[in-house]
C-alpha cells in the first residue's frame, strides 16, 4: 500500500516561503532561528529539486559562496550577513510504501518513506505518530528539516536519525551529479556524518565548500516499523516520565507528549522563524525570549574511557552507543562503545560557573544563557550575532579553564568564530 501526504504549504503562508524565486532578500536574521544575522548577496527558494540543483550549481560555477538552508535552526551567522548566494529548501511532501503483513513473530511489516529534504521534521513526527510509524516519537519538537536530520544525526531523549535512515540522496558539488549514499555509507557518529565532515575538505581549514558541505541533501529515505508502542525508551527522565523503566517501550502517542512537555519545559521548543515578537507567547506575557535559541549550543564531550575518572565528582557519565543500530528491524540502539565515555555539557557549564540566565551584563544582557536550561544560549531582543558568539566564547573558556574541556559548538558558525 502506498500514500502520499504531508501537503505543500497553504494559502494563508506568507508569500515569501512559496515563491520559487525572489530577488527581494532577507536578512538572515528573518531566516534562523536565533534571529540574528545580516544580509545576503543572493537569495533562493527552491520549491522543487530541479530548482535547488539548479540553484547549487549556479553559485558553485560562479564561485560564489553557497549557503543551503532549510529551518535555520542551526545556524549562527554574523552581523555583516553573508556575501554570496543563499538557497532555502521549502519542498514538503511524503511519499510512503507500506507493508502491513504480520509474521509469526508478531512482528509487522515496515513503512518506506521518501521525503523532501526541505520538509518539516516535527510535522513528519506528529505523521508518523498518527500513522504508527515507530522510531522517530521521541525526537518531537526537534527543530529543522529532514535534510539537515542526517547530515547532523539529530538525536534526543535517545534516539538519533540514524536508527530509521535506509538512504540519502545528495548532490555532489565536486562531481555535479546525484549521489546516493545508503546507511552503511553515511558514517554516522554522535552529532555528525559523513556528511557534516564534508563540510571541510579533509577536516582542513579553508575548504572550498564551507559553510555547506559538498553532498547537498535532495531526499531521505526512511525505513520504519510499524506498530502503536515506541522504541524502547532509551533515556531516563523520559522512562520516569512515562512512568516506564529503560528498554521498555510505550505509546508513541505517549511518549510524544511527554517529550514535548520535556522540551517545553527546557524551553527548546521554537516559536517559528518569522513570528512577530509582539505576537506574545503561550502564556500571554509577550515572546518566550528562550525559545530564541538554536537549541543546545554546546555538544555533549566524548572522551577516552581512561579519561573517565579525571572527571570531577558528580559529572555524569554515559555510555556511548554506536549511531548504527544492531538490528535492522526497527529503530533501537547499537552496542556500547567501551573505549568512550559521554559526560554532559550542561553540567560542566552549571558547575563551572554560569548559571541559567547568565550573561556578560547581567540581567541587561540581550545575549543570555536560557533562564531554563544552560545549553541554550538565547536572544532577548535585540541581540547581534557578535553578543552571541562573546557569550559562547566566555562559557566555553570557563569550562575549559575549570574542567580541562574543551566544549565543541553544535551550530554551524558562518562568518564568526569562537
Not at 92 to 97: K, R
Amino acid at each position: 500500500m502506498s500514500l502520499s501526504t504531508l501537503n505543500t504549504p497553504s494559502a494563508d503562508e506568507p508569500a515569501r516561503q512559496r515563491a520559487g524565486r525572489t530577488t527581494a532578500a532577507p536578512a538572515l536574521s528573518e531566516l534562523t532561528t536565533l534571529r540574528v544575522g545580516g544580509p545576503v548577496d543572493d537569495y533562493v527558494e527552491a520549491e522543487s529539486e530541479a530548482e535547488l540543483i539548479d540553484a547549487v550549481r549556479t553559485a558553485d560555477d560562479a564561485g560564489q559562496p553557497l549557503l543551503v538552508i532549510g529551518g535555520g535552526s542551526n545556524l549562527l551567522v554574523a552581523d555583516e550577513g553573508f556575501a554570496g548566494m543563499v538557497v532555502r529548501d521549502v519542498r514538503q511532501g511524503l511519499e510512503a510504501d507500506l507493508e502491513d503483513s504480520c509474521g509469526t513473530d508478531g512482528a509487522c511489516g515496515g513503512a518506506s518513506l521518501r521525503l523532501p529534504a526541505g520538509q518539516d521534521w516535527d510535522a513528519f513526527v506528529a505523521e508518523a505518530v498518527a500513522n504508527e510509524w515507530v522510531g522517530v516519537e521521541a525526537l518531537s519538537g526537534v527543530p529543522g528539516t529532514v535534510g539537515a536530520a542526517p547530515v547532523q544525526n539529530i538525536g534526543a531523549y535517545g534516539q538519533e536519525a540514524s536508527g530509521v535512515v535506509a538512504s540519502v540522496v545528495t548532490w555532489d558539488r565536486s562531481t555535479g551529479s546525484r549521489r546516493t549514499f545508503p546507511l552503511s555509507g553515511l558514517g554516522f557518529g554522535y552529532r555528525t556524518s559523513l556528511l557534516k565532515r564534508t563540510m571541510r575538505a579533509d577536516g582542513g581549514e579553508g575548504a572550498p565548500w564551507y559553510p555547506t558541505p559538498r553532498y547537498v541533501v535532495l531526499e531521505v529515505n526512511l525505513q520504519m516499523r510499524l506498530g502503536s508502542l515506541s522504541a524502547p525508551v532509551g533515556y531516563g527522565e523520559l522512562a520516569r516520565r512515562l512512568g516506564v523503566e529503560v528498554g521498555q517501550r510505550a505509546p508513541s502517542v505517549e511518549v510524544r507528549e511527554a517529550v514535548l512537555e520535556l522540551r517545553g519545559g527546557k524551553g527548546m521548543l521554537l516559536d517559528g522563524v518569522g513570528v512577530d515578537p509582539g505576537a506574545g507567547s503561550s502564556s500571554g506575557d509577550g515572546p518566550d525570549h528562550d525559545r530564541w535559541s538554536a537549541g543546545s549550543f554546546f555538544t555533549n564531550p566524548v572522551l577516552p574511557a581512561e579519561s573517565a575518572d579525571e572527571l570531577p565528582e558528580g559529572a555524569p557519565r554515559f555510555a556511548v552507543r554506536s549511531a548504527t543500530p544492531e538490528s535492522t528491524v526497527g529503530p533501537g540502539p547499537g552496542a556500547v562503545d567501551p573505549t568512550l565515555v559521554k559526560t554532559s555539557a550542561a553540567w560542566l557549564i552549571e558547575h563551572a560557573g554560569f548559571t541559567k540566565g547568565f550573561g556578560l551584563a547581567g540581567e541587561h544582557s540581550p545575549a543570555r544563557l536560557s533562564t531554563r536550561h544552560t545549553l541554550a544560549l538565547t536572544n532577548r531582543g535585540g541581540a547581534t550575532a557578535a553578543d552571541l558568539v562573546a557569550l559562547a566564547r566566555t562559557v566555553r573558556d570557563g569550562v575549559r579553564d575549570t574542567f580541562g574541556i574543551e566544549l565543541e559548538p553544535e551550530p554551524v558558525l558562518v562568518g564568526t568564530a569562537l
